[in-house]
């Protein structure tokens, strides 16, 4: 079993619709918790980090569940400049040394 | 622009070839993190320096090595190439707390693609 595993999609949706991705993990030690964002050839660059109380930023929502192992994202309003790879990403055991999901590519279409 | 490099930007070598791969940290970091990207995955951890010292590895064979130099730049090495370790190879730069645990953000250099024929 992947340490952490993610739908790889593609996601096709029109532009304006609302786009959830789904993350589990296995490590149960894991202490922080991530979703990169990762254009074609590209390096992956922090979207927003995840906490259990959930956390907002802008038309982006990060959501925790430690009980479950499970990570959301939910994008609102998607636009085409949305398009790219979202990583779910855990840290365990300190020192920032991160273990990525395989990604899931997002395409929003007019 | 995250001040991370990395160079080459792109390498094509043969099997049982021997590379260098580099990377100069953001100013200010202390610690670099290696990471293999095959096509089609997400990143792999290979290894982390922090202040010249490994400071955790991966699930990679010796023949992938490093090094971290005073100015906190660092080395990835790969002997004895093989087809398998074609890939985008990704340096992240950050800063650990004393001890070398806990930290913030890492910054992800613009990676060096390795084709090995």
């Known amino acids: 079993r992947k340490e952490v595993e993610q739908d790889p999609g593609p996601f096709n949706v029109p532009e304006g619709a609302t786009v959830a991705f789904n993350c589990t993990y296995s490590?149960?030690?894991?202490?922080?918790f991530f979703w990169y964002r990762q254009d074609c050839r590209k390096e992956p660059k922090l979207l927003m980090s995840?906490?259990?109380s959930g956390n907002e930023d802008g038309r982006f929502t990060a959501q925790l569940n430690r009980a479950s192992q499970y990570i959301s994202l939910l994008i609102r309003d998607s636009k085409l400049s949305d398009s790219a790879t979202y990583l779910c990403?855990?840290?365990?055991?300190?020192?920032?040394?991160?273990?990525f999901g395989t990604g899931t590519q997002l395409k929003v279409e007019l | 622009e995250t001040g991370v490099t990395q160079s080459p930007t792109h390498l094509i070598k043969t099997r049982g070839q021997q590379v260098t791969l580099r990377c100069s940290s953001q100013s200010g970091h202390n610690t670099v993190s290696w990471y293999q990207q095959a096509l089609g995955q997400g990143p792999q951890f290979i290894f982390q320096y922090y202040r010249e010292e490994e400071n955790g590895r991966g699930n990679f064979p010796p023949r992938f090595s490093g090094l971290q130099f005073p100015n906190y730049s660092s080395e990835l090495n790969v002997n004895a190439l093989e087809l398998d370790d074609s890939a985008l190879y990704l340096c992240?730069?950050?800063?650990?707390?004393?001890?070398?645990?806990?930290?913030?953000?890492?910054?992800f250099g613009p990676g060096t693609r390795l084709t090995v024929l």
């Open positions: 992240a730069s950050s800063s650990l707390r004393t001890g070398g645990s806990g930290g913030d953000e890492q910054f």
């Open positions: 490590n149960s030690a894991s202490q922080s």
């Open positions: 995840v906490y259990s």
């Open positions: 990403v855990v840290e365990a055991g300190g020192g920032n040394k991160l273990t």
